[in-house]
């Protein structure tokens, strides 16, 4: 790869060398060449350099029973994968809860789920070979007694290939009478940087 050279700084009158000319445009070399690098395993890509990074994403869209005081991997419905992404991220139909990194490297996880029939719920994304959850626990309230709640994070996760996740959730506590549920989910996995 073309070395990256912090760039000159120019005061009005000053001149311009063919050094600095050729450091410039190694830079942008260097710029092109990291682009490339990170859509190298993309199934799209723009012109001469690819833009999408390695990706999945699903959705829940029919409800699904959440126990209290047990965290619930949430299963996501056949056939509700969206963009591009590689076999082997996340089977719809095989293990619906489990999401596989291909590749070594920096990945943005995000998620958003609506939770009904909880006074208090939390959130995680969990590390399944490791045992423990990539971040801590995102945790919210019922705050308006609508039997509602919303919870929504994006994480940034330097992950190791073959590593496996699952999207979790938990009812802390329940409203009176009501059983709790996953009402929807949305979950994606994008690879954003090379290692």
């Not at 723009?46 to 619930?72: E, H, I, M």
């Not at 943005?108 to 626990?137: H, K």
Request: proline share 4%; with cysteine.
């Amino acid at each position: 790869m073309t070395a990256y050279t912090s760039p000159k700084t120019y005061s009005s009158g000053s001149q311009l060398t063919a050094a600095e000319l050729n450091t410039s445009q190694d830079n942008i070399k260097n710029l092109d060449e990291r682009l490339t690098l990170i859509g190298a395993t993309s199934t799209s890509s723009v012109g001469p350099l690819k833009t999408k990074a390695v990706g999945a994403g699903a959705y829940r869209d029919t409800s699904v029973a959440l126990p209290l005081y047990t965290w619930l991997a949430v299963p996501f419905n056949t056939g509700t994968t969206w963009g591009p992404y590689p076999t082997g991220v996340h089977s719809l139909g095989t293990d619906p809860e489990v999401w596989t990194i291909p590749s070594t490297g920096l990945y943005l996880i995000t998620y958003n789920v609506w939770l009904q029939g909880c006074a208090r719920a939390l959130a995680r994304i969990w590390n399944i070979g490791a045992g423990v959850a990539v971040q801590g626990s995102v945790t919210a309230d019922d705050q308006d007694g609508d039997e509602d709640i919303r919870l929504s994070t994006s994480v940034e996760w330097l992950a190791a290939a073959d590593n496996t996740v699952r999207f979790e959730v938990y009812a802390a506590s329940a409203i009176g009478g009501i059983s709790s549920q996953v009402n929807d989910a949305t979950l994606s996995v994008r690879k954003v940087a090379e290692s």
